[in-house]
């Protein structure tokens, strides 16, 4: 079977881990006609949009994109693009596995996490102003629906349960953030007595952070608000040796845009310093979302043997020994060959 998908580049790192992951998947086997579309910074040296209506058009045909990081200006400039993209296709679930690779130096042995965020509503609606022309204070308003909560919190359920996973923890602050939160939560309690062969439990979002670093085996299946999950993928990517190794999916409906965990990297960009390990994993998700399951596990297990054997692989992974990301890729596409 033949498929189309897009393909955006991105900046900084972009082009670099995902040419290695474009070939990677080629080698595996699995044969993907890539449409090339810009977004980000490249975008607007090129058409002046950062996120031009072809690149839209293209997602919305071929329904499936592998996206390299995106730079977005801080404080001031375009909106961010990943935001933007996420709200054009309705993409609610944003889905971070964090697993631990032998070979990388971790706190922990064996953490394999999923943590299912909601990726729409709360404060990264972007409904926020200065509330003089003064600039003297500012407000961002952050919206959460019953609506919002059941589709992040049923996917993750059922996702648990087609996983094989055995526990479900709900993230919130509703001690505080009674209304936002609450009503997160309350819908969490709901929706948890429709799954009884799931274990169910709530954190508060501060105690959640230290415990999870304090023993994040008590773990399995996270879910939680955008704001709070943004936060807490990160850290668990940092349990799992750092964003180097950490994929994400952003899923709709109709559509899924599959990217890594860390941003356009712009202080390695252009230097063959980067990890392309996260984007390839992405390719995993990517490849098993369309059924391609066999050439999903092939290439999960030449990047795991690769890392394990530690003779490939990134600064970021081990800064005294290390070779480049055209390195590291060959080294996965060579174990693919055997
Ligand atoms: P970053 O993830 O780009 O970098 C953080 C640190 O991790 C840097 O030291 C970087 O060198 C290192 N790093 C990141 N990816 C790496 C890799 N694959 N291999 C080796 N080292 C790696 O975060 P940042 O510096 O806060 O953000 C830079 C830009 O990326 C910003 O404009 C931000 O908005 C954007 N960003 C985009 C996305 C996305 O497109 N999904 C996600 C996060 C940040």
Same mark, same amino acid.
């Given at each position: 079977?033949?498929?189309?998908?897009?393909?955006?580049?991105?900046?900084? %790192?972009?082009?670099?881990?995902?040419?290695?992951?474009?070939?990677?998947?080629?080698?595996?086997?699995?044969?993907?006609?890539?449409? =090339?579309?810009?977004?980000?910074?490249?975008?607007?040296?090129?058409?002046?949009?950062?996120?031009?209506?072809?690149? &839209?058009?293209?997602?919305?045909?071929?329904?499936?994109?592998?996206?390299?990081?995106?730079?977005?200006?801080?404080?001031?400039?375009?909106?961010?693009?990943?935001?933007?993209?996420?709200?054009?296709?309705?993409?609610?679930?944003?889905?971070?596995?964090?697993?631990?690779?032998?070979?990388?130096?971790?706190?922990?042995?064996?953490?394999?996490?999923?943590?299912?965020?909601?990726?729409?509503?709360?404060?990264?609606?972007? %409904?926020?102003?200065?509330?003089?022309?003064?600039?003297?204070?500012?407000?961002?308003?952050?919206?959460?629906?019953?609506?919002?909560?059941?589709?992040? &919190?049923?996917?993750?359920?059922?996702? +648990?349960?087609?996983?094989?996973?055995?526990?479900?923890?709900?993230?919130?602050?509703?001690?505080?953030?009674?209304?936002? !939160?609450?009503?997160?939560?309350?819908? +969490?309690?709901?929706?948890?007595?429709?799954?009884?062969?799931?274990?169910?439990?709530?954190?508060?979002?501060?105690?959640?952070?230290?415990? =999870?670093?304090?023993?994040?085996?008590?773990?399995?299946?996270?879910?939680?608000?955008?704001?709070? $999950?943004?936060?807490?993928?990160?850290?668990?990517? $940092?349990?799992?040796?750092?964003?180097? =190794?950490?994929?994400?999916?952003?899923?709709?409906?109709?559509?899924?845009?599959?990217?890594?965990?860390?941003?356009?990297?712009?202080?390695?960009?252009?230097?063959?310093?980067?990890?392309?390990?996260? %984007?390839?994993?992405? !390719?995993? =998700?990517?490849?098993?979302?369309?059924?391609?399951?066999?050439?999903?596990?092939?290439?999960?297990?030449?990047? +795991?043997?690769?890392?394990?054997?530690?003779?490939?692989?990134?600064?970021?992974?081990?800064?005294?020994?290390?070779?480049?990301?055209?390195?590291?890729?060959?080294?996965?596409?060579?174990?693919?060959?055997?």
């Amino acid at each position: 079977m033949s498929y189309e998908f897009t393909l955006i580049q991105g900046d900084g %790192i972009g082009p670099d881990i995902t040419d290695a992951a474009v070939k990677v998947i080629e080698h595996a086997g699995v044969k993907i006609t890539w449409d =090339m579309q810009p977004a980000g910074l490249s975008a607007i040296e090129k058409y002046k949009d950062p996120l031009p209506q072809e690149t &839209l058009d293209s997602i919305a045909r071929t329904k499936i994109a592998l996206k390299g990081p995106l730079t977005t200006p801080v404080g001031k400039g375009f909106r961010s693009i990943n935001v933007a993209l996420r709200k054009e296709f309705d993409l609610y679930a944003n889905v971070r596995p964090a697993k631990t690779y032998p070979g990388i130096k971790t706190l922990y042995d064996h953490i394999d996490l999923i943590i299912f965020r909601e990726n729409l509503e709360e404060f990264y609606s972007g %409904i926020e102003h200065y509330i003089d022309s003064s600039r003297s204070a500012a407000e961002t308003i952050g919206i959460v629906t019953r609506r919002g909560c059941e589709r992040i &919190l049923r996917y993750a359920f059922d996702q +648990a349960m087609k996983k094989g996973r055995k526990k479900v923890t709900a993230v919130h602050k509703a001690n505080i953030l009674k209304y936002t !939160s609450g009503l997160f939560l309350d819908v +969490a309690r709901e929706i948890a007595k429709e799954y009884p062969d799931l274990e169910f439990n709530d954190k508060i979002i501060d105690n959640m952070a230290m415990q =999870m670093v304090l023993n994040p085996y008590q773990f399995d299946v996270i879910v939680t608000t955008n704001l709070f $999950g943004d936060i807490l993928s990160d850290l668990a990517s $940092g349990l799992v040796g750092g964003l180097g =190794m950490a994929p994400g999916a952003n899923l709709g409906p109709d559509v899924g845009i599959y990217e890594a965990v860390h941003g356009s990297a712009p202080d390695i960009a252009g230097k063959n310093l980067a990890n392309p390990a996260a %984007i390839i994993l992405a !390719s995993v =998700m990517l490849l098993e979302h369309i059924g391609e399951i066999e050439a999903a596990q092939r290439i999960e297990r030449a990047v +795991a043997s690769v890392i394990a054997e530690g003779k490939y692989v990134t600064k970021d992974i081990n800064p005294l020994n290390y070779v480049g990301t055209k390195e590291l890729t060959n080294a996965i596409l060579k174990k693919l060959d055997k």
